[in-house]
């Protein structure tokens, strides 16, 4: 499945910007803090995503509840 692929909704992000693609929550995950990106939230949003653009299926909804999890993560790995 390509990284252009949509999700079946976009994600909504605080402030009114949408993720709307496998490739544009690549992005968001690229453009946070290294040390936020480690976090094991991220690493299992990336996972997600990857298994999606990899195999398809039923992994695209597992990014974007991996992606919705991460971004709404409670700050207990800090």
Not at 6 to 12: A, K, L, Q, T
Request: hydrophobic letters at 40%.
């Amino acid at each position: 499945m390509p990284w252009s692929t949509p999700f079946d909704e976009p994600i909504r992000l605080r402030g009114g910007a949408t993720i709307t693609t496998l490739q544009h929550a690549a992005d968001y995950i690229m453009k946070l803090p290294e040390h936020e990106q480690q976090l094991e939230r991220w690493q299992t949003a990336v996972e997600n995503l990857i298994n999606a653009a990899e195999t398809g299926g039923g992994w695209l909804m597992f990014a974007r509840i991996g992606m919705m999890r991460a971004l709404n993560g409670d700050g207990s790995e800090r």
